[in-house]
């Protein structure tokens, strides 16, 4: 459950963090298994500020965590089985910033995304029936096919996890991106595969009886 600019092979495994923190910004973390057909890029939306700044969104290198939702998992007690249905030039390269395994873009608004390669933006067709993300920006992974060394098919692959900090619109709540294109198209109804984590505060878990991790 995520936007692709390109058609995947399989998206499977969805883990996503959320915190809100008290400067007003959110931390977020996302893992997945993906199976690729060519480089292709992960689009997140973000409910950050009208017009933010190009360096508003801050990322996090987690290569050296890779087990970051393995040390989740061993703590918290997850409920499994959840399904739902339904004014600058603009000629100018956003910047790209390395972050471990991938290369990595913050698009401040939809008309920014000219401004990145053409195999990475999602088309207009579909931006047009999310008239939600108007005025959001997006958090934008260039993500690498992965190949077998010998026949050199198609794999999957299970990636590092994305994370970066962002000013929210929405302060003190978690946000957790879960819009679905993965073939180009915005589906009426798709199979809903994902663990959330939220560390919130006390108060918050315990008015809406949340179970606690185990210490």
């Known amino acids: 459950m995520c936007m692709f600019s390109k058609p995947v092979k399989e998206v ?56 970051f939702f393995d040390y989740l998992d061993a703590t918290l007690p997850l409920r499994k089985g959840m399904r739902f249905a339904r004014a600058e030039s603009r000629t100018r390269r956003l910047k790209v910033q390395r972050v471990g395994d991938f290369d990595a873009s913050f698009v401040p608004t939809l008309s920014d995304f000219e401004r990145l390669d053409p195999r990475f933006r999602i088309s207009d067709d579909v931006w047009s029936k999310l008239p939600l993300y108007a005025d959001w920006g997006f958090a934008v992974f260039k993500l690498r096919e992965k190949r077998t060394f010998f026949r050199r098919r ?55 009886e949340w179970e606690f991790a185990a210490k």
């Open 154 to 208: 198609l794999t999957s692959q299970k990636v590092q996890p994305m994370a970066f900090l962002f000013p929210s619109r929405e302060r003190g709540a978690v946000f957790f991106p879960t819009m679905h294109v993965h073939d180009g198209r915005l589906p009426e109804k798709a199979k809903y595969d994902h663990d959330l984590y939220a560390q919130v505060d006390e108060l918050t878990m315990r008015a809406a």
């Open 12 to 67: 499977s495994g969805t883990q996503i963090y959320g915190r809100a923190l008290p400067d007003g910004r959110q931390a977020l973390a996302y893992s997945m298994k993906v199976g690729l057909l060519e480089p292709t890029a992960m689009v997140l939306p973000l409910p950050v500020p009208p017009s933010p700044g190009e360096d508003a969104l801050e990322f996090v290198d987690l290569q050296r965590y890779r087990n």
